[in-house]
Nanobody, 125 residues
Framework: VQLQASGGGLVQAGGSLRLSCAASRLTFNTYTIGWFRQAPGKEREVVAVISWSGSTTYYADSVKGRFTISRDNAKNTVYLQMNSVKPEDTAVYYC???????????????????WGQGTQVTVSS
């Protein structure tokens, strides 16, 4: 199983960025996918989560109204659209997969079996 996160980079505050998480060697439409982030010196935290069907989503309060998670099961890809970014969004962003064919989602790292390598997002003020 492989999850490949991409799309990170340097962006000015107020700008936008779209992250992608491409999955391979798994039955994608049975997996909940989550985006997590980790800033230097801080613990990894949940950003957004989407169920296998896309019918259930979760957003951390800090990103609600600014970020949107979506998925295209035909392309085995999950996206995180980041708008109105802030300097405090600076972190390494990871995507992770949890086998969950019943559509239940979780927001803590321990539930996720597979992790991507991370992509750096830096927001300048």
């Amino acid at each position: 199983v492989q999850l490949q996160a991409s799309g990170g980079g340097l962006v000015q505050a107020g700008g936008s960025l779209r992250l992608s998480c491409a999955a391979s060697r798994l039955t994608f439409n049975t997996y909940t996918i989550g985006w997590f982030r980790q800033a230097p010196g801080k613990e990894r935290e949940v950003v957004a989560v989407i169920s296998w069907s896309g019918s259930t989503t979760y957003y951390a309060d800090s990103v609600k109204g600014r970020f949107t998670i979506s998925r295209d099961n035909a392309k085995n890809t999950v996206y995180l659209q980041m708008n109105s970014v802030k300097p405090e969004d600076t972190a390494v962003y990871y995507c992770a997969g949890e086998f969950s064919p019943n559509g239940v989602i979780h927001t803590t790292t321990g539930w996720y079996q597979y992790w991507g390598q991370g992509t750096q997002v830096t927001v300048s003020s």
